[in-house]
């Protein structure tokens, strides 16, 4: 009798993914460098397979309330709205969101709420990181206007006082260029460091990635020989015919908040052997991610006599 019952048990099918608990997900990511802000909401789904990547059928929600709460103050109503999709591979469908005109505040708290008539109420709070502290000192901006008068092996140091957990520090070059009797605004990136130190080739250069530094105070570290190679680029290599006048420096510095960080690096623990990625959800009620980040700028005017204008 129990051998017929293990008999009968195998023959009967299994699926690993279990049953669907049908839920809203929220993903919104709240920005200072916009006077938009979009909020996604969609439904879970079963795929046939085991592969999520060949579900094609849209997802998204339209018979929501979506509102965006300065918590203690105002409250926006969103309006649904639909996006452009530029990779119709898998969806052929266009992005539908909901937007609202809205210009964030550093250090303000947003709540984002989703009311459905099926599926329910779901919520989830965001702070927009703090405004941050940017300076360039002494020896710093003299190298950044005449960058030819200083040791290729100095640094531009940028000083950074931070109001979040993790930022990303870009320097750029903005410049006009004649090209066919127009001028034309242009920017190049300067890049962080070569990819190894017996490396000595622009060819082969690492630019600034998102980092979690151990202080609120930190500095961004710039090599002087990759800003004058990148110049030498752009001014005698790329535009060697060309009128040229570059303008400015802009040390730009984007911060991400809490929430964010940790949907990015969800195994955010150097001693972990664990080898797959958690997921990560702070929408209360449902699924989904909402998080800020901030951008701000530092910018230094490039003199008159730059150098490499020509």
Not at 34 to 54: G, L
Not at 167 to 178: A, K, N, P, Q, T
Not at 180 to 187: A, K, L, Y
Request: with cysteine; aromatic share 12%; charged share 20%.
């Amino acid at each position: 009798m129990l051998t017929s019952l293990i008999f009968l048990g195998c023959e009967q099918p299994f699926d690993g993914r279990g049953s669907l608990d049908q839920k809203i997900i929220v993903y919104s990511i709240l920005s200072t460098d916009r006077n938009i802000q979009f909020v996604r909401v969609d439904q879970s789904y079963m795929p046939q397979s085991f592969d999520a990547t060949t579900y094609t059928e849209a997802t998204f929600l339209t018979d929501v309330r979506v509102t965006i709460t300065l918590v203690g103050s105002k409250t926006w109503l969103l309006r649904d709205t639909v996006l452009p999709r530029r990779d119709t591979l898998r969806y052929k469908n266009p992005i539908h969101a909901f937007a609202a005109n809205l210009i964030l505040g550093g250090g303000n708290s947003y709540r984002i709420d989703i009311v459905h008539p099926r599926l329910g109420t779901v919520a989830s709070t965001v702070r927009v990181p703090y405004k941050p502290t940017l300076e360039v000192g002494y020896p710093s901006n003299n190298i950044l206007s005449y960058p030819s008068s200083y040791s290729d092996t100095g640094n531009i140091v940028f000083k950074v006082t931070l109001g979040e957990i993790a930022f990303i520090g870009r320097m750029f070059v903005d410049y006009e260029v004649l090209v066919n009797g127009e001028w034309t605004s242009e920017r190049v990136e300067i890049p962080e460091r070569y990819q190894s130190s017996e490396v000595d080739d622009y060819a082969y250069v690492v630019y600034p990635k998102l980092v979690k530094p151990s202080s609120w105070y930190t500095v961004e570290v710039f090599k002087n020989k990759l800003y004058q190679m990148a110049l030498t680029d752009i001014a005698y290599k790329k535009y060697r015919t060309n009128r040229i006048i570059f303008d400015r420096v802009v040390f730009k510095v984007l911060q991400v908040d809490p929430n964010l960080y940790r949907y990015m690096n969800p195994n955010d623990d150097p001693h972990s052997i664990r080898l797959d990625e958690p997921t990560f959800s702070n929408v209360k009620g449902g699924l989904g991610l909402v998080g800020a980040y901030s951008v701000d700028s530092l910018i230094h005017l490039l003199p008159e006599n730059f150098p490499f204008n020509h």
